[in-house]
């Protein structure tokens, strides 16, 4: 398969990420307006952070009159799932050159990871397979661009945008992300442990139980895949011959 084909292959998968993305960036849009960022300034942040989650915990902070360093620490914090997204995909990308290895990782975020990682996870990496890296993140990018800036439009008439329930799309999104991801037990009890340690620390500040659910949820998982590696083949979970 060609270059061209490629690329556009990739644009076509992003498409159902799409569906999700868009609701929540004129979302975003809008409660900047809202916290009192320029047309301009709100679209910035959208092409130069380009981290949906990140940018939302930014303009609430503003929004409360946090000072650079708390918001730069906690928008860190909840960006560190990245270095895990980076980790998975580097066995793929680590034969590009350089010059494709700096916009793949500015272009990383969770929906781009769960198109790519399917891909390289069925075809590998061998080919052309960075245009159809590009194509996904080029097109994920350009739609959180333009329907920040649509948000953003729409917020400065429409100041309660926000509440119209748009964000349940990205949570939808973040289902079909998660789901197909887990099959079997050790990622499935990874994800229901991170799950539940998720809405038990919901309330600690700087979004801190997130980063212990990940972690929660990553021990759980690397425990029992250990387990089940270090069993013998033939030997059920209880260590017996079947």
């Given at each position: 398969?060609?270059?061209?084909?490629e690329?556009?292959?990739?644009?076509r998968?992003?498409?159902?990420m799409?569906?999700g993305m868009?609701?929540f960036g004129l979302?975003?849009?809008?409660?900047a307006?809202?916290?009192g960022?320029?047309?301009g300034?709100?679209?910035?942040m959208?092409?130069?952070?380009?981290?949906?989650s990140?940018q939302?915990?930014a303009?609430?902070l503003?929004?409360?009159?946090?000072?650079?360093?708390v918001?730069?620490?906690?928008?860190?914090?909840?960006n560190?799932?990245h270095?895990?997204y980076?980790a998975?995909l580097?066995?793929?990308?680590?034969?590009?050159?350089?010059?494709?290895?700096l916009?793949?990782a500015?272009g990383?975020?969770?929906?781009?990871?769960?198109?790519?990682q399917r891909?390289y996870l069925a075809?590998?990496?061998s080919?052309?397979a960075?245009?159809?890296?590009?194509?996904?993140?080029?097109?994920?990018y350009?739609t959180?661009?333009?329907?920040?800036?649509i948000?953003?439009w729409?917020?400065?008439?429409?100041?309660?945008l926000?509440?119209w329930?748009?964000?349940?799309?990205?949570?939808?999104t973040?289902?079909g992300?998660?789901?197909?991801?887990?099959?079997?037990?050790?990622?499935?009890?990874a994800?229901l442990?991170?799950?539940?340690?998720?809405l038990?620390c919901?309330?600690?500040?700087?979004?801190?139980?997130?980063?212990?659910?990940?972690f929660?949820?990553?021990?759980?998982?690397?425990y029992?895949?250990r387990r089940?590696?270090a069993?013998?083949?033939?030997q059920d979970?209880?260590?017996?011959?079947?």
């Open positions: 398969m060609g270059k061209g084909q690329f556009l292959l990739g644009c998968d992003a498409l159902p799409m569906v868009l609701p979302i975003y849009g809008a409660l307006v809202v916290a960022l320029s047309l300034q709100a679209l910035g959208s092409l130069l952070v380009y981290a949906g990140a939302f915990i303009i609430s503003l929004t409360l009159g946090s000072s650079a360093i918001i730069l620490l906690t928008t860190l914090i909840v560190l799932r270095v895990l980076s998975a580097q066995p793929y990308v680590g034969r590009f050159a350089q010059r494709w290895r916009p793949m500015f990383l975020t969770d929906e781009v990871f769960a198109v790519v891909h075809k590998g990496s080919g052309h960075q245009w159809y890296h590009a194509g996904t993140a080029i097109t994920l350009l959180w661009a333009s329907s920040s800036l948000g953003a729409f917020g400065q008439s429409v100041p309660n926000s509440a329930g748009l964000e349940f799309a990205m949570l939808a973040f289902i992300i998660v789901v197909p991801t887990l099959r079997n037990f050790p990622q499935i009890a994800a442990v991170a799950g539940a340690v998720a038990a919901q309330a600690w500040p700087y979004k801190l139980g997130l980063m212990l659910a990940a929660a949820g990553i021990a759980v998982g690397v029992l895949e089940k590696a069993q013998a083949p033939g979970s209880t260590g017996e011959a079947p």
